[in-house]
């Protein structure tokens, strides 16, 4: 795990805490896909460079994944409002059978707002250990001295009211993975 005592800035010589960014889980996305719509042949796959979830590295790994899948991507890039008529029309014109954005969601809050599902980082979770760490500083733990720590919990969270929008049945299989099924 990294650690705190970054060479650099004396400010990141100070820096600790908990991420909630996961790449190892860019992998789990297109499968979870794969099953939620298992005639997908095409994931367009929409990003915005330089935003979070749109980190190039991050692109290449999804890209393995899904291939092993049998499942070819298509990355769109859109910057900002502006590019979306290119892309949709980019995705249009390959005859896209799905459209992830960042692959699946790692964030609930998309979930709770309409996305199809989302698998990340239990931030409930992540709150809980964070105050941990705010334990052992008032304690006198220095920084530096505590690693940056990975999530250790994850969600799978399934929005049914956006698969019967969408026209889609997702398999018992995942539904019963599922931490919380929305109705």
């Not at 991507?73 to 799905?98: I, T």
């Not at 709770?112 to 931030?123: E, F, K, Q, S, V």
């Not at 992540?126 to 940056?148: C, E, M, N, T």
Request: hydrophobic residues 45%; aromatic residues 6%; charged residues 20%.
């Amino acid at each position: 795990m990294p650690r705190g005592s970054w060479s650099g800035s004396p400010l990141l010589g100070n820096l600790t805490g908990l991420s909630n960014l996961a790449p190892e889980l860019v992998g789990k996305c297109p499968e979870q896909l794969k099953e939620a719509v298992p005639k997908v042949g095409l994931v367009a796959v929409f990003w915005q460079p330089g935003a979070i979830g749109g980190r190039t590295d991050m692109l290449k790994p999804a890209e393995v994944a899904a291939r092993a899948l049998g499942v070819r991507v298509q990355f769109v890039e859109a910057q900002g409002p502006a590019d979306f008529d290119r892309a949709f029309s980019d995705m249009a014109n390959a005859h896209a059978g799905a459209l992830a954005v960042s692959t699946v969601y790692t964030s609930r809050d998309f979930v709770d707002a309409g996305g199809l599902m989302t698998y990340g980082p239990n931030l409930a979770d992540s709150f809980r250990r964070a105050a941990a760490y705010v334990d052992k500083i008032l304690k006198g733990a220095k920084p530096a001295d505590l690693p940056v720590e990975q999530p250790t919990k994850f969600e799978l969270v399934v929005n049914l009211k956006t698969t019967t929008a969408l026209g889609l049945t997702i398999p018992p299989s995942l539904l019963q993975r599922a931490d919380q099924v929305i109705q």
